[in-house]
């Protein structure tokens, strides 16, 4: 079963306005969240991060929310830019996996000019 | 050359063939991993080397084979594959395996195709 749930495979935003991605997560003893971000073609590349004794990470237009009694977690984008059209992977590290990440299996932004 | 670099992009091979994946990481990095992603479904990490030494080989049939002959390189021989073996594999570096807070640097991948 999966332990990273990305449940939109995929979200249609219009440019200059938030996109908000979710992801849910069943494994308590994880700590460490990432999202990573895809293009066509290429590797994914790290976006950002979030520890689990924060709720918030902000940077730049991208900000990552955790909520831990829920067990979820959302990268908002604001505002959202055509560039910004990709997959992105949701996934997570608890403190002895170190960096053998457990990932969701993605969401599709297209962002409308 | 910079970040992690993988050969070929493109890969179709016959069941009993025989092959290699390639992978290069020019970042001074001392862990590197294989993860593998399917048609719908998520990625999933393969094997995993710490300064050259394997740490992780996540359940993955033997007729997938790692070497990493130092710490910028590391290959995937293929034999006798299956074709739901297909899919797009994956190399990635980081500093440091121990933590997620030391991110992967993903290749583009190898798109392999098994007939």
């Known amino acids: 079963d999966q332990q990273v749930k990305q449940n939109s495979p995929s979200l249609s935003v219009q440019e200059g306005r938030i996109s908000i991605l979710n992801c849910d997560y069943t494994?308590?003893?994880?700590?460490?969240f990432l999202w990573y971000k895809k293009y066509p073609a290429e590797g994914p590349t790290f976006l950002i991060s979030?520890?689990?004794?924060?709720d918030k990470n902000e940077d730049g237009r991208f900000t990552v929310f955790l909520n831990k009694s829920a067990k979820h977690l959302s990268l908002h984008i604001v505002p959202s830019q055509p560039g910004d059209s990709a997959v992105y992977f949701c996934a997570a590290s608890d403190g002895n996996a170190g960096n053998m990440l457990t990932f969701g299996g993605g969401t599709r932004l297209m962002v409308k000019p | 050359e910079t970040g992690v670099t993988q050969t070929p992009r493109h890969l179709v091979m016959g069941m009993t063939n025989k092959k290699s994946l390639k992978c290069e990481q020019h970042?001074?990095?001392?862990?590197m991993y294989w993860y593998k992603q399917s048609a719908k479904k998520p990625l999933e990490l393969m094997f995993v080397y710490n300064f050259k030494e394997q740490t992780e080989n996540n359940s993955v049939p033997s007729r997938f084979s790692p070497e990493c002959p130092n710490s910028s390189h590391l290959f995937l021989h293929l034999h006798t594959l299956q074709p739901e073996d297909s899919a797009l594999y994956l190399c990635?570096?980081?500093?440091?395996?121990?933590?997620?807070?030391?991110?992967?640097?993903f290749g583009n991948g190898t798109r392999l195709t098994v007939t």
């Open positions: 979030i520890s689990s004794i924060k």
């Open positions: 990635a570096s980081s500093q440091d395996p121990g933590t997620a807070s030391s991110p992967l640097h």
């Open positions: 494994n308590s003893m994880f700590d460490y």
């Open positions: 970042l001074g990095h001392n862990a």
